[in-house]
């Protein structure tokens, strides 16, 4: 019989450790090790496949037809893997409590702690009732989430070979503690980044006719850009672009040689990625041209939307029932942030969930990625037994 207050301590204990030595992406050295740790604490193998990440590996016992029980043999060779990720984000946290970063510019502001801290939780779980499933469950726990750059390395790695079925938790400061929003289709933005370089011979501000200013057709272009999104793209289609950094002159009385505009451009439907790289190649030359400069794009795709698959989101509601009941279960609109989760998604079906983490208060309602931020810790027991109940879910199916 499983205590849950001392679950409930070990997931809040782990959390608060992670949480005060953060680890920036690709860096989470000391995270691995405290990982490893816990796992050869409770006997459950795992092997590393690139760095930093670490693959455990839970074999139910239930395997033979006949003896244990009367499953038919392909029931057997089911296998689930449940994904939590590890990095944090080079922020200052600002924050009085006694768990606040001890590593200066470095910070859990988007709960991979608390993602990592359930994810063992929920393995000591799974070990504990491996003698009542057939199957098996991997647990991986991922790097360089924040940066995208180890998930397609970890799939080329073997990750994701035999999985059936994958599974993924993520914290929602905008949602209250003890409800839990699970969405079929997309549930996340795709997400390309963009670069525009606009150049020119410059000239002097007191005879502005005799050169060309890249600071004006930037600041045009700039505006022009929006027009792609509400003239453009059909409106029935979410879509958003953000140019985050201008950057232009070198002088008060000079016109500016050269300008740099980048930002990035969310979406729910992938055919657009292709659409707002013509876009903004043919809206970058035009108004170049306008203004006797020249323009170079480099666009980089990035990630494609999170989508859920609807089979999976049963499985995850029905797990979810078991934990919270059906009034827990609530809806909201498909978040146009992004996350790396999308490419085990588009290898494999399966489902990313949001855990509500707002105890009503300003301390866990600050927005992911704040300086701020912080959670609801009594919300990470159930999220931890949701891991382990999708995976004894899919499994029984």
């Known amino acids: 019989m499983t205590d849950f207050s001392m679950l409930s301590d070990y997931i809040i204990g782990i959390r608060r450790t992670l949480h005060k030595h953060p680890e920036l992406s690709g860096q989470e050295f000391q995270t691995q090790q405290l990982i490893r740790s816990e796992l050869d604490k409770l006997g459950i193998p795992h092997r590393t496949l690139h760095e930093t ?29 449940l994904r939590a990720d590890l990095d944090a984000l080079p922020i200052t946290e600002n924050s009085d409590a006694p768990y606040v970063s001890q590593s200066p510019g470095v910070m859990h502001a ?28 991997r647990l991986m726990f991922q790097p360089a989430e924040e940066t995208g750059r180890e998930t397609r390395t970890l799939i080329d790695r073997g990750m994701l070979d035999g ?34 370089r606009l150049t020119s011979p410059g000239g002097h501000g007191a005879t502005p006719h005799l050169g060309s200013d890249t600071l004006l057709a930037g600041a045009h272009l700039a505006v022009n850009l929006q027009q792609i999104v509400s003239r453009e793209i059909d409106p029935q289609k979410p879509a958003v672009l953000t140019i985050g950094i201008f950057q232009a002159g070198t002088k008060v009385n000079l016109l500016a040689q050269e300008a740099v505009l980048s930002g990035n451009i969310r979406f729910f439907d992938k055919e657009l990625s292709g659409y707002f790289k013509e876009a903004l190649t043919r809206y970058s030359e035009h108004t170049a041209a306008m203004y006797r ?16 698959d609807a089979a999976c989101c049963g499985t995850a509601k029905h797990a979810a029932m078991t934990v919270w009941g059906e009034d827990n279960l609530i809806k909201r609109p498909a978040s146009m942030t992004s996350e790396d989760f999308s490419r085990y998604l588009e290898a494999v079906p399966g489902v990313m969930v949001f855990l509500g ?24 027991l159930n999220g931890c037994r949701l891991y382990a109940a999708y995976a004894w879910e899919w499994l029984f199916q």
Request: with cysteine; hydrophobic share 35%.
């Open 110 to 137: 988007c709960g991979h702690d608390s993602h990592t801290a359930m994810l063992l939780g929920a393995a000591k779980l799974l070990w504990d009732s491996r003698d009542h499933f057939s199957g098996t469950v």
């Open 293 to 308: 400069c020249s323009s170079e794009v480099t666009y980089t795709p990035s990630l494609l939307p999170t989508v859920n």
């Open 53 to 81: 990440d670490i693959l455990a590996e839970i074999a139910g016992l239930q395997t033979r037809p006949g003896e244990t029980t009367d499953l038919p043999p392909e029931k057997h060779s089911k296998t689930v893997l």
């Open 163 to 196: 999985v059936d079925t994958v599974f993924a938790i993520h914290v929602a400061p905008d949602l209250p503690t003890g409800k839990i929003c699970i969405l079929p289709g997309p549930c996340m933005a795709g997400v390309d980044d963009f670069s525009i």
């Open 357 to 380: 983490t707002s105890d009503g208060t300003q301390k866990t309602s600050w927005p992911l990625h704040h300086e701020c931020f912080d959670l609801d810790e009594s919300a990470l």
